[in-house]
């Protein structure tokens, strides 16, 4: 039997003491930030390379760190760990290297397609330019088996002069390994429509648009952004938290109406304080509202996690069922930015792993 294709351990039940293992679902990662989800070891080598201050020299142990950083119920200071990762890869090859083994690590995860994201003018006043970073990248995520591709971000938090400048880097390598442009950042105070010509020029070049929003904000801010173009949203679970019912079914039938899809990272969430905790998640509801959903990991080395655990984790507490997990991945592979024959292919193996999986009921 292809490894690949092996059916789940699907004789648990949610909330059961024996896990259910999800690294033979052929799965896509849509929402993964590259500056958040380096190996320990290398963003360890990286710092030093660079004489960086460190708080420790043990790879697990800052592991820890930066987890433990990040689980601090706020968004803000879940942020405050990019302050290390960003200068660590701030040289191409730094990056060429992080950006290869975030696609290997996800391949090996059982990945059959993955978008990865990060705003390269960050990198710029630690001495590498935001066209060398994205050439750097892009390189790496080729080196990689993985059917992978990159989304440039822009940072809510810059005027908008920067955030446009952002979009017009993505839109110069569009069609050469980068895929879409995203609006990320610290959200509460910083709306999408402050950036509307940033999206504007992203969209001309024929890229993808998606956009962090109802994350830390009002899920209002979901159908903003739509308005500006994105056809999926990063997070958006504050969709599901308006201030009466009739709110919420507004927002959600509207979002439904326009077929966005929502790049939920539940774990995530829960560190930056959305939720108290994953049984709290609404991911769970969203599904069962009818909205186009998909799981991603957002930041690895943040939030400790693999998607394959992310999976697990939601299959546990909110207690989606394997078929509604199997779903989202099927979601995330139709609203994918990859071009369609990369899409046919991981429609396929979806196929061939439910086959393999009714054979071994």
Same mark, same amino acid.
């Given at each position: #039997?292809?490894? $690949? ?60 760190? +930066?987890?433990?950083?990040?689980? $601090? ?16 890869? /701030? ?27 990060? /705003? ?109 173009? /994105? ?47 994953? =049984? ?5 509801? +969203? ?24 999976? /697990? ?21 139709? =609203? ?13 193996? #979806? ?11």
């Amino acid at each position: #039997m292809n490894e $690949s294709l092996s059916p789940l351990n699907s004789s648990a039940s949610p909330g059961s003491s024996e896990p259910t293992t999800f690294e033979g679902l052929p799965k896509a990662l849509l929402h993964e930030h590259l500056d958040g989800g380096l190996r320990p070891a290398t963003l360890l080598e990286l710092a030093r390379g660079r004489g960086l201050a460190v708080p420790t020299d043990d790879p697990d142990a800052l592991a820890g760190w +930066m987890h433990a950083n990040a689980n $601090s119920a706020s968004l803000a200071r879940y942020l405050r760990g990019f302050a290390l990762t960003v200068r660590a890869m /701030a040289s191409a090859e730094a990056c060429e290297r992080v950006a290869f083994e975030a696609a290997e690590d996800a391949r090996l995860d059982g990945c059959v397609l993955a978008e990865f994201r990060i /705003a390269p003018l960050l990198l710029e006043p630690f001495g590498l330019r935001g066209e060398a970073a994205v050439e750097a990248l892009v390189a790496g995520l080729r080196r990689s088996r993985l059917p992978c591709g990159l989304i440039v971000c822009a940072i809510r938090t810059d005027a908008p002069e920067q955030t446009s400048r952002a979009a017009g880097l993505a839109a110069r390598y569009a069609g050469r390994g980068v895929i879409g442009f995203d609006l990320a950042g610290a959200e509460r105070g910083h709306p999408p429509a402050a950036h509307a010509a940033a999206f504007a020029r992203a969209r001309d070049a024929g890229l993808g648009l998606t956009c962090h929003a109802g994350e830390a904000d009002a899920g209002s801010r979901v159908l903003e952004a739509a308005a500006l173009g /994105a056809t999926r949203i990063g997070h958006g679970v504050h969709i599901m938290m308006g201030e009466t019912p009739a709110q919420t079914a507004g927002w959600v039938d509207a979002a439904r109406a326009r077929g966005l899809h929502f790049e939920v990272c539940p774990s995530s969430n829960v560190h930056t304080g959305a939720f108290a905790s994953l =049984a709290a998640h609404p991911i769970r509801a +969203m599904v069962e509202a009818g909205l186009s959903v998909s799981c991603s990991t957002d930041n690895r080395l943040m939030s400790s996690v693999t998607l394959s655990g992310e999976l /697990a984790a939601i299959h546990d507490q909110p207690g989606l069922s394997v078929a509604q997990l199997a779903g989202l991945m099927r979601s995330a592979i139709a =609203a994918s930015f990859m071009p369609a024959a990369v899409r046919d292919a991981a429609l396929y193996a #979806m196929r061939r792993w439910d086959e393999v999986s009714a054979a071994a009921a």
